[in-house]
């Protein structure tokens, strides 16, 4: 999961296998399909609450910039190369380019979210495992809900 936050260097830094690298560059204008209310109005720290659910969810998680909507309502998304990005916002609207199927997907994370009575970051855990067994650094393999836990 990227954090977008002074990433670990050296033999702690690693990019998981399928993780979305940040983009250098804003997006190419193109032409923005906008589904309202897709998820509740958020405050800016129940956004960031959000952001990082969305990322334990998919490694296509990143921050995208495109001309057309205003970073300072957010700018969290699920980006395919192939298929297109879909945002969410703290309006809780969703803009989408490309594939519809990719808004549908992000939607779902952010009723499945608003369902759990939206976790807050301090909700979760990481779970982690030797990837190699020459490899000294454990990584996350996997982020779970303390509720989870409670029960597992």
Same mark, same amino acid.
């Given at each position: 999961?990227?954090?977008?936050?002074?990433? @670990?260097?050296?033999?702690? =830094? @690693?990019?998981?296998? @399928?993780?979305?690298? @940040?983009? *250098? %560059?804003?997006?190419?204008?193109?032409?923005? $399909? $906008?589904?309202? &209310?897709?998820? /509740? !109005?958020? %405050?800016?720290? !129940?956004? =960031?609450?959000?952001?990082?659910?969305? !990322?334990?969810?998919?490694?296509?998680?990143? #921050?995208?910039?495109?001309?057309?909507? &205003? /970073?300072?309502?957010?700018?969290?998304?699920?980006?395919?190369?192939?298929?297109?990005?879909?945002?969410?916002? #703290?309006?809780?609207?969703?803009?989408?380019?490309?594939?519809?199927?990719?808004?549908? %997907?992000?939607? $779902?994370?952010?009723? $499945?979210?608003? &369902?759990?009575?939206?976790?807050?970051?301090?909700?979760? =855990?990481?779970?982690?495992?030797?990837?190699?067994?020459?490899? *000294?650094?454990?990584? /996350?393999?996997?982020? #779970?809900?303390?509720?989870?836990?409670?029960?597992?």
């Amino acid at each position: 999961m990227s954090s977008d936050f002074m990433s @670990a260097t050296g033999p702690l =830094y @690693a990019w998981p296998e @399928a993780q979305i690298q @940040a983009l *250098p %560059e804003p997006l190419p204008a193109q032409k923005l $399909t $906008t589904r309202k &209310n897709i998820g /509740p !109005a958020l %405050e800016p720290d !129940a956004y =960031y609450d959000l952001w990082f659910h969305l !990322a334990c969810q998919s490694r296509r998680t990143i #921050r995208a910039y495109i001309d057309g909507l &205003n /970073p300072a309502l957010g700018m969290a998304c699920l980006h395919d190369a192939k298929h297109g990005t879909a945002w969410i916002q #703290r309006t809780g609207d969703a803009h989408y380019i490309g594939t519809p199927a990719l808004a549908d %997907e992000l939607a $779902t994370h952010v009723q $499945t979210w608003a &369902n759990l009575d939206q976790p807050a970051i301090s909700d979760h =855990y990481a779970v982690f495992e030797r990837i190699d067994a020459d490899d *000294p650094v454990f990584h /996350p393999a996997g982020w #779970r809900l303390w509720e989870d836990h409670a029960e597992g």
